[in-house]
């Protein structure tokens, strides 16, 4: 069944299609939007960051890799939902009520649920446990060039959301 064509259907509440460069744009202005307003977002970024090294320096299999990339962003995906439905719920909802509360909870209780069966898939992915870091060892000796790329990445990543974490905002930013 398609698109409504009755009067006030579905259709037309819908804009008018943009083109894929102009939506791209947008996208990304979601991203760069979420990850100045939202500390977990950035969190979840480095975090991210450092179990998709920790897999390429512990030599994981290339479909391990795909797994926890696919992870990563169904976390970060869903982070990007929650901070959304907050601001939804903030804009209806500008006061205090259950009903607003229990839809902020209920957010992010969905990203602690994608989080935590990303997290029990990672575990699987890299078990024993205790093998890792003699692997992680062992990759950084196998590739010291990923690794040191990987942590400078992991450090800038730390550093920017250490800088978000205290507080400190860039000159211009909104306050």
């Given at each position: ?5 009755e009067?006030?259907g ?5 804009p008018?299609?943009q083109?894929?460069p ?5 996208a990304?202005?979601g991203?760069?939007q979420?990850w100045?307003?939202?500390?977990n ?5 480095a975090a991210?960051?450092?179990v ?7 030599g ?7 797994i ?28 205090r ?27 699987i ?8 870091p ?11 060039l ?22 400190r ?7």
């Open positions: 069944m398609g698109p409504s064509r009067p006030g579905p259709a037309a509440l819908r008018p299609a083109p894929w102009e939506s791209f744009r947008v990304g202005r991203l760069r979420v100045r307003a939202e500390r977002f950035r969190v979840q970024c991210g960051w450092g998709l090294g920790a897999a390429v320096l512990a994981l299999t290339r479909p391990a890799d795909a926890l990339a696919g992870l990563v962003g169904a976390v970060l995906g869903m982070e990007t939902i929650n901070s959304a439905l907050e601001a939804a719920v903030d804009l209806w909802s500008p006061g009520h259950p009903l607003a509360g229990a839809a902020k909870d209920l957010g992010a209780g969905a990203v602690l649920a994608v989080s935590l069966g990303a997290l029990g898939a990672g575990a992915l890299f078990w024993p446990l205790e093998a890792v003699a692997e992680l060892w062992r990759g950084a000796v196998r590739d010291p990923g690794a040191a790329v990987w942590l400078a990445g992991l450090a800038a990543l730390g550093a920017l959301a250490a800088g978000r974490l205290s507080g905002r860039r000159r211009g930013a909104p306050g």
